[in-house]
């Protein structure tokens, strides 16, 4: 510990590291903050398929990765305080390491270097079904490991000890560039997907269910409380007091690393949850509102916003013998008002001007301009014209399929885009329906990830999905098209081993720019390539962006220090609350009302 204790008194901290004065009194806890966060998720493994960008918002305050990337992008510590390149003169290969800080997971184990080698190694499992994967293979023997021609045996992933971890680079990856490619890995993983997992804590089914007690946290916040249900939707995080301290050392204040007790989330569902989540925040039961529609959306004029690194997108079925040629799937594409679907949307979304979302860096190892600010391959507005001698071309003058879409509780976004839609495309002569999906109230994810787990030609036409993979890569959106690249189950096929994308999507062409991309470390060379994937991806147009996403939020004047990183996701560390004593108080006796009347139902 006193290895520990030195290197926070030397170096620049990371975003949450606050001093280790405390305010709290003998026997006090810290405040118990209620907000209106997020929709709940309906899973708690940050590498599952990223279908909604509120998942980040949790999943970001449980959750700790090596590095993160605060509020301007620029890459910040995490659980590591220290990684670099080097090269390894014994077996001549390009490496670089992360030196991790001592911390525990919330029920008291130390976190470990073979946690982050776990979790990775299951992203990089033929039988996982993440779109992360092809964001490792810089590492070496990734893809072949993926794709089930090696074992995590022969991955270039070790750990040196409890508290280093080595990577070993694809030969030839690093090409002289090494600090760079360190530095562009490094930013890489910030994405809470790399995060670390409890092998002993996940099980096949976790992704679909879990218990509490099996959610471990390696952040700020361990999950203490959950229900998602139509009857009541609450979580509640605690203070991991684990978290880079140490629960021995009885001079260590209780919040020296995390200053509140509880973050309570609340929603009521009988009464529209999110007008009464606004009605709540106005009269200050709620100190922190970061979800909205778009009635409530309109009432604050003090939001702030960050671009949430997700597109909502439409995915063809190019299986589907309409959608099968390229051309039918480019005209549906450009007959789209993408100006008219933001406005439907609402909440600060904007056309999308490419696949790539806003906020995605330029070349993939810093911030720079952005990605889509040198790219724009969609137009605001539809083109018509384009649309019809495009389907000229192709000789297809109609045809029927439908849009599937998530039927949500409260609002009908999903609904009124997928009508609107509808309604451009059969001005083009289509036949489409709209088939709204049907799921239990707080599993709208699971069941669009079980559509596409199941997306064998008949389980979608057009499928409406939120994309959001929060990374700041432009890799992580376009790679995942090819085949051997998707990070999908592998599967044995005539032709061999196989794990092509949710849309069925294949082309020689468009794979081996991915082959390209990931053998590639310059970042002006990946920019260039990535381009020219963005440009066939709207050509081939397997899958359309209609809109990009924000994170927003208002906040009360009695909490402060509060933060976001890059993704708008919100961070909670240094938080206090004026007057939390008395608040804290209401809680107690709000909750100890609501235990009484339970008993007297019994």
């Not at 879990?210 to 995080?237: H, K, Q, W």
Request: glycine share 8%.
């Amino acid at each position: 510990m006193k290895k520990f204790i030195c290197i926070l008194l030397v170096a620049v901290m990371a975003v949450g590291l606050v001093s280790c004065g405390s305010t709290l009194k003998e026997g006090e806890k810290g405040a118990m903050i209620k907000m209106c966060l997020t929709t709940l998720p309906d899973t708690f493994d940050p590498s599952a398929y990223a279908i909604d960008a509120d998942c980040a918002k949790v999943y970001s305050l449980m959750y700790m990765g090596l590095t993160t990337l605060n509020s301007k992008g620029e890459l910040s510590k995490g659980l590591a305080y220290d990684w670099g390149y080097y090269y390894d003169d014994i077996y001549e290969e390009d490496k670089m390491y992360f030196e991790m800080y001592d911390t525990g997971w919330s029920d008291g184990r130390r976190v470990s270097s073979s946690d982050f080698l776990y979790a990775w190694d299951r992203i990089l499992s033929p039988e996982s079904n993440s779109p992360y994967a092809s964001l490792l293979y810089p590492i070496k023997n990734a893809k072949a490991v993926k794709m089930g021609d090696m074992t995590s045996d022969d991955l270039g992933l070790a750990a040196a000890d409890d508290t280093r971890i080595e990577i070993t680079f694809e030969d030839g990856y690093v090409k002289g560039n090494g600090d760079d490619v360190a530095k562009q890995f490094a930013t890489t993983v910030a994405n809470i997907a790399f995060a670390p997992l409890r092998e002993d804590k996940v099980d096949a089914d976790w992704t679909t269910s879990f218990a509490i007690t099996e959610v471990m946290s390696c952040g700020p916040f361990a999950l203490r409380g959950y229900n998602n249900t139509s009857d009541l939707r609450e979580l509640e995080l605690e203070r991991n007091t684990f978290y880079r301290r140490d629960d021995e050392d009885e001079d260590e204040p209780l919040d020296a690393f995390v200053v509140p007790y509880k973050i309570i989330f609340t929603y009521d569902p009988e009464n529209g949850e999110l007008a009464k989540a606004s009605e709540q925040y106005d009269n200050g039961e709620v100190f922190y509102l970061a979800e909205f529609n778009k009635d409530t959306y309109a009432k604050y004029s003090g939001i702030k916003s960050a671009d949430n690194l997700s597109s909502y997108v439409y995915y063809f079925n190019t299986a589907n013998e309409t959608l099968s040629d390229a051309r039918v799937r480019k005209a549906l594409s450009l007959a789209i008002d993408r100006t008219k679907v933001a406005e439907i949307v609402g909440c600060g979304a904007v056309p999308a001007t490419g696949f790539v979302p806003s906020g995605v860096f330029a070349s993939g190892s810093s911030k720079g301009s952005g990605f889509n600010s040198e790219s724009g391959v969609y137009s605001a507005s539809a083109d018509m014209d384009g649309a019809r001698a495009l389907l000229k071309e192709a000789g297809v003058s109609g045809g029927s399929f439908a849009i599937t879409y998530i039927n949500e509780l409260e609002s009908d976004v999903n609904k009124q885009v997928a009508e609107y839609v509808a309604g451009v495309w059969k001005e083009l002569g289509f036949n489409v329906s709209t088939n709204p999906l049907a799921c239990r109230v707080g599993s709208t994810s699971k069941a669009i990830r079980e559509v596409l787990a199941n997306a064998d030609g008949a389980q979608f036409d057009v499928l409406a999905v939120d994309l959001a993979m929060s990374s700041v890569n432009a890799e992580a959106y376009l790679v995942q098209f090819a085949e051997g690249y998707s990070g999908n189950t592998v599967t044995e096929t005539d032709g061999g081993l196989s794990n092509p994308h949710f849309t069925g999507f294949s082309d020689e062409e468009y794979e081996n720019l991915a082959s390209q991309v990931v053998a590639e470390s310059d970042g002006k060379a990946r920019a260039s390539l990535l381009h020219e994937m963005e440009k066939q991806l709207a050509d081939k147009c397997p899958a359309t962006a209609l809109t990009f996403g924000k994170n927003s939020y208002v906040a009360s004047s009695k909490l402060s220090d509060y933060g976001t990183y890059y993704n708008g996701a919100p961070t909670f560390f240094e938080t206090e609350l004026k007057g939390w004593r008395d608040i804290n108080k209401q809680i107690e006796a709000e909750e100890a009302a609501k235990e009484e009347a339970a008993k007297n139902e019994e």
